[in-house]
Structures are given as structure tokens and as C-alpha cells.
């Protein structure tokens, strides 16, 4: 059989890509190694830890929030069978639409390993041993990335665990080790941490969330610390863990050379991932992998050094997130129709899902300063909404960086209440090259959330905030 588009790998990027393939009249297959389709994102990453972190918060305001509402508990207990099912059932649905919408958008589906014979012929092996050879016209390179390994942090999936093994804990940990710093290790840690375990947190930089604006690190490190007991252990190098029974010891080294011993009964390793590249074949057919061996170099386009071979998503350089993904695919898709389509790279926001949210669109105050960029910057905080004193999510803030000259927003940098959601205005207003007044000026609704980016631009803009 004959394609116009093989896809190897159904992610968000490839099942995203596939469908607009199909959308299009592109005869389109799509290879998944898996038994279902998502990948990391739907099966062990984005939507299982969402489902966790919804049933954490709502355990936690129930233990801890409901009382100031008038709202009494008694005997409130942690489920975690139920819980695992709950998730298990919300990744289930989400696997079975994307099922359901290969089959609507007729696309034809293949469960086996893709690896290329050459540029537009790819070989399935499937779990039994058979294999099976399809041809296309263009290939695109969907296969994602998968949690870093280092040598000195043997992880044995029991009591040193990646975020996949994180998502189907049969118990609460009494002291989780969270080894990184980053947007997953926050994310689980703060599951647990809300339904009872003491959390600490091992980073080798000075920062948590170090890629983003450095104000956002410092407040969520300061309400984690107060809403849930986080412990941080800052410029800390780790050297070692080991399991010791159904103890985990991890060793590390303080910022002044001194030895950390740090005892839990787990231990998450999330140190960041690495493109999955593997028995792809990609020597057969001329493609050399760059950034340490770990990336596939693309143009513009999209398109790797071998005409009709495309790759998006982890493989390729930028940040790992399903919705960079999700929009590469859409735009390889349309270029092979003929279309022109663009991304925006500075226009990808960044978010964590902890409690408060955070979110990040554009450039950080860090790196406005490293180029001597002139600009001007506006906040605001959430204790001076009275939305978030309604719901009594007053922690974080929403700082608005604009050119100092034109007063087009530079960068929106927000945390705080539904974060995650509000991103998307500032996303918006960038993608239209709107100044600080612009924003300062569009009435929002009250009350809301979202009058706190109102305010911020309303700083920025001769610091005329009219609520602080």
C-alpha cells in the first residue's frame, strides 16, 4: 500500500499530524510501538498526572480549606485503589477517542515498531515476531523522548522510580525524594504532598523551574514550603541512591562540599528526558542525530536533511511539551499539502501544573537584561483580587514585561489561580503584537481571575494599577 504520510509514533504530535494529514485528502498511516495510542503524554505523562493532581487538591481542600467555608468533614481517608482507577479511566477515555478519530478521519493504524528500510519505505515489527513493509511518499518522525537515565541513579522501579511508576503507587510515601527541580518532579511531589507525605526536593541549580522567569521560581518555592511542607535542597549535587529494604538513601553534595544523606521510602528520578530515537534506522537512510547525539536537525521546515522526511516534537531541538508538538504536526501536515503555515517559537507557553499554576509566555526579565533590552515591567498581585479572595487563592502574581519604547508585550509571566488557563490571553495578545495599553485597556469581566493580567499591563503602562 501505497501512502501520501507515514507517521511513526501517535503522540500529540503524531496522532495531531496524522489527523490533519487525513483532514487534507493525504492518504495518511500512522505506526504506534504501544497497544495504545497517546504516547507519553496520554498514557504516562500529561493526562494521568493531571487526573492525579485534580484528585490530590480536592483530598487536600477537603482536609484542609473546606472548614473556613462552613463545610465540616469526619473521618477523611485517602482511596489510593480508587484513585489509581480514576486515572486509569480518565487515560483510558482519552486513548479510546483518539481510536475513535483515526477511524472517523480513516486513518490506518499499525501497533509494531516503524524503523525506515529507506526514505520512504518503513518496516512494522510487530510484538509476535512478524513484520510487515509499508511505502509513503513523506515520513514524519514522531517517536517523543523518555525519562533520562543517569548511571549513578540506578532506578529500579520499586522504591527509585521514573514519573511513569510515580502514577501507580499503591501507598502514600511517608518521606518522597524528588531528585530535579523541574515541572515533573513539582508535579508529583505536590500529588503526594498533599496527601500526606513530607516531600523534598533535590535540584543541582539555584532555582526551582530554572527555565522560567526567576520570580516565579522563588514564589512557588515559597508556597510550597508554606501550603505543603516542601523541603528544598537547592545546589545540591546528587552523587548516589541506593535502596535499602523499603528504605531509599540518596547522596548528594551541598553547595559548600558538605555530605547530604537524605532517607525516604521513594525516591522520583526526573532529571528530564531524552529523545527517543532508538532502532528508528535513521543511519540507513543518512540522518545523523545532533545536540550530543540526541536530536534529529530539521530547516524551517520541519524537514531533515533527506527530502520527505519530516520529524516533530521531542526529537527535534526546542522544549518538550505536547502542544509544540501537537502544532509542528499541523504545520508539516499543511506544507505537504501546499499550505504555508508558521509557529511562532517565542510564542509557546510554558506551564506548571502545581497549586498555584504556573505560567509563561515570551521572554523572562533574565533575558531581557542579558541582550540590554529596554523595557518597562508591571505586576500585580492576587491578594489584591477580589475573585481570588473569593476563592481564597491569594498566593502568586502576574508581571507583564513590554518594550520600553513601543510598549509591546515582551513576555507575560503568572502565577497563581488557573494559571494555566489564563496564559492564553497573553498568548493571544502577543501573536498580535499587542502593547501593554492594549491588554490595560479591553475590558474584563468581574469578577475574575483574569482581571490580574488587566492590572499588570495597567502597571506597566505608567503605573496606573488601580487595585493596588
Not at 13 to 34: D, H, M, P, S
Not at 302 to 318: F, P, Q, R
Not at 327 to 353: F, M, R, S, T
Request: hydrophobic share 40%; charged share 25%; net charge neutral.
Amino acid at each position: 500500500m501505497q501512502y501520501d504520510v507515514i507517521i511513526i509514533g501517535s503522540g500529540p504530535g503524531g496522532y495531531v499530524a496524522a489527523i490533519r494529514c487525513a483532514q487534507l485528502g493525504l492518504n495518511t498511516a500512522i505506526i504506534e510501538k504501544y497497544n495504545t495510542f497517546g504516547g507519553t503524554c496520554l498514557n504516562v505523562g500529561c493526562i494521568p498526572s493531571k487526573a492525579l493532581l485534580d484528585s490530590s487538591e480536592h483530598y487536600h481542600n477537603a482536609a484542609h480549606n473546606f472548614a473556613v467555608h462552613g463545610i465540616g468533614l469526619k473521618d477523611l481517608k485517602v482511596d489510593m485503589k480508587q484513585m489509581i482507577a480514576r486515572k486509569d479511566d480518565v487515560v483510558k477515555q482519552n486513548t479510546s477517542g483518539i481510536e475513535f478519530l483515526f477511524k472517523k478521519n480513516k486513518i490506518t493504524s499499525f501497533i509494531g515498531v516503524g524503523s525506515f528500510i529507506d526514505k520512504n519505505t518503513v518496516k512494522v515489527s510487530k510484538a509476535d515476531g512478524k513484520e510487515e513493509t509499508i511505502s509513503g511518499k513523506n515520513v514524519i518522525i514522531a517517536t517523543g523522548s523518555k525519562p533520562v537515565h543517569l548511571p549513578f541513579l540506578p532506578i529500579d522501579k520499586k522504591r527509585i522510580i521514573t514519573s511513569t511508576e510515580a502514577l501507580n503507587l499503591k501507598e502514600v510515601p511517608k518521606h518522597l525524594i524528588v531528585i530535579g527541580g523541574g515541572v515533573i518532579g513539582l508535579e508529583l511531589g505536590s500529588v503526594y504532598a498533599r496527601l500526606g507525605s513530607k516531600v523534598s526536593v533535590v535540584e543541582f541549580a539555584s532555582s526551582i523551574i530554572p527555565t522560567m522567569d526567576a520570580g516565579l521560581g522563588k514564589e512557588l518555592q515559597r508556597v510550597l514550603k508554606k501550603t505543603l511542607g516542601f523541603e528544598f535542597y537547592l545546589s545540591h549535587k546528587v552523587t548516589g541512591a541506593e535502596t535499602k529494604g523499603k528504605k531509599v538513601v540518596v547522596y548528594a553534595d551541598s553547595p559548600k562540599g558538605e555530605k547530604v544523606i537524605l532517607e525516604g521510602d521513594y525516591s522520583i528520578v526526573s532529571v528530564g528526558r531524552v529523545a527517543y530515537t532508538d532502532n528508528l534506522g535513521l543511519d540507513k537512510i543518512g540522518i545523523s542525530l545532533e545536540e550530543r547525539g540526541r536530536k534529529i536537525p530539521v530547516n524551517e521546515r520541519l524537514e531533515t536533511s533527506v527530502a520527505g522526511v519530516y520529524a516533530i516534537g521531542d526529537v527535534i531541538k526546542g522544549a518538550m511539551l505536547a502542544h509544540k508538538a501537537e502544532d509542528e504536526g499541523v504545520l508539516v501536515a499543511e506544507q505537504i499539502a501546499g499550505q504555508k503555515p508558521h509557529i511562532n517559537y517565542n510564542l509557546i507557553p510554558g506551564v506548571v501544573y502545581t497549586w498555584p499554576e504556573v505560567a509563561s509566555v515570551g521572554q523572562t526579565e533574565e533575558q531581557l537584561k542579558e541582550s540590554g533590552k529596554k523595557y518597562k515591567t508591571g505586576s500585580f498581585p492576587f491578594k489584591a483580587s477580589g475573585r481570588a479572595k473569593a476563592s481564597g487563592d491569594t498566593d502568586g502574581f502576574i508581571k507583564v514585561l513590554a518594550d520600553a519604547d513601543t510598549d509591546e508585550v515582551l513576555g507575560v509571566h503568572m502565577i497563581g489561580p488557573r494559571a494555566a488557563d489564563m496564559i492564553a490571553e497573553a498568548v493571544i495578545a502577543m501573536e498580535y503584537r499587542a502593547s501593554a495599553e492594549d491588554i490595560a485597556r479591553t475590558c474584563h469581566a468581574h469578577p475574575t481571575f483574569t482581571e490580574a493580567l488587566k492590572e499588570a499591563a495597567m502597571a506597566a503602562t505608567a503605573n496606573r494599577a488601580i487595585h493596588m
